[in-house]
């Protein structure tokens, strides 16, 4: 059974760091693409950082130089260090395997997720 489990979200001031963890089960990493989404109330799910099967890593414009993903494959974990964090990154964090969203909102109807971990960040 392929099951994704996000943890480390929680509640920081401006210019904190947060790391983000999604534990997998029942697949290897090097089978899917692994993503990164947020969704804030009121907003589009959005792409915040991916890696490909071969490790290959890519993130959203508003991330670059302060987010980095990685991946552990003896934990079968990956992770999202999150820096510098501002107001606008308060969303709930989903891990994904092969999904996407649906209609602009995440979790979507493809591919595998998790159920979503909250990031809060106050000015």
């Known amino acids: 059974e392929v099951r994704l489990v996000e943890s480390g979200g929680g509640s920081v001031q401006a210019g904190g760091s947060l790391r983000l963890s999604c534990t997998v089960s029942?697949?290897?990493?090097?089978?899917?693409?692994m993503r990164w989404y947020r969704q804030d109330p009121g907003n589009e799910c959005e792409l915040v950082s991916g890696?490909?099967?071969?490790?290959?890593?890519y993130y959203a414009d508003f991330v670059k130089g302060r987010f980095t993903i990685s991946q552990d494959n003896a934990k079968n974990t990956m992770y999202l260090e999150m820096t510098a964090l501002k107001p606008e990154d308060t969303a709930m964090y989903y891990c994904?395997?092969?999904?996407?969203?649906?209609?602009?909102?995440?979790?979507?109807?493809?591919?595998?997720w998790g159920h979503g971990t909250q990031v809060t960040v106050s000015s």
């Open positions: 890696m490909g099967t071969l490790g290959a890593a």
């Open positions: 029942g697949f290897t990493f090097v089978e899917f693409n």
């Open positions: 994904a395997a092969n999904g996407g969203p649906l209609g602009g909102r995440c979790p979507g109807l493809s591919g595998y």
